[in-house]
Nanobody
Framework: VQLQASGGGLVQPGGSLRLSCAAS????????IGWFRQAPGEGREGVAC????????DDGDSVRGRVTISRDNAKNMVYLQMNSLKPEDSAVYYC?????????????????WGQGTQVTVSS
């Protein structure tokens, strides 16, 4: 499967963005999908993920309550709605897939990565 993230941009603190992850080459039905982010000089951090098995989700500690991940298997899309954005949310955001039923925030377990989309939160 090939993944392509989009929807990033410049947003003011307190604003919202919706990121999209488009899949091609295979159906997303059998992939658990995670959104990760990486700021300059820092490691890759799990933001949110969604199971392939039951659609249940998990959020990272630093964004809990401010993000919603969703998937539309019919459209082969996964979305990340981010609200109440803070300057520390600025990073390159990646969607990543693994062929497992249960999602996780282990970057190394994800074999398929999109190219990343830049999110900048600044006034």
């Amino acid at each position: 499967v090939q993944l392509q993230a989009s929807g990033g941009g410049l947003v003011q603190p307190g604003g919202s963005l919706r990121l999209s992850c488009a899949a091609s080459g295979s159906t997303l039905d059998y992939y658990s999908i995670g959104w990760f982010r990486q700021a300059p000089g820092e490691g890759r951090e799990g933001v949110a993920c969604i199971n392939s098995s039951d659609g249940n989700t998990d959020d990272g500690d630093s964004v809990r309550g401010r993000v919603t991940i969703s998937r539309d298997n019919a459209k082969n899309m996964v979305y990340l709605q981010m609200n109440s954005l803070k300057p520390e949310d600025s990073a390159v955001y990646y969607c990543a897939g693994e062929q497992g039923r249960w999602c996780n925030f282990l970057a190394d377990s994800h074999d398929y990565w999109g190219q990343g989309t830049q999110v900048t939160v600044s006034s």
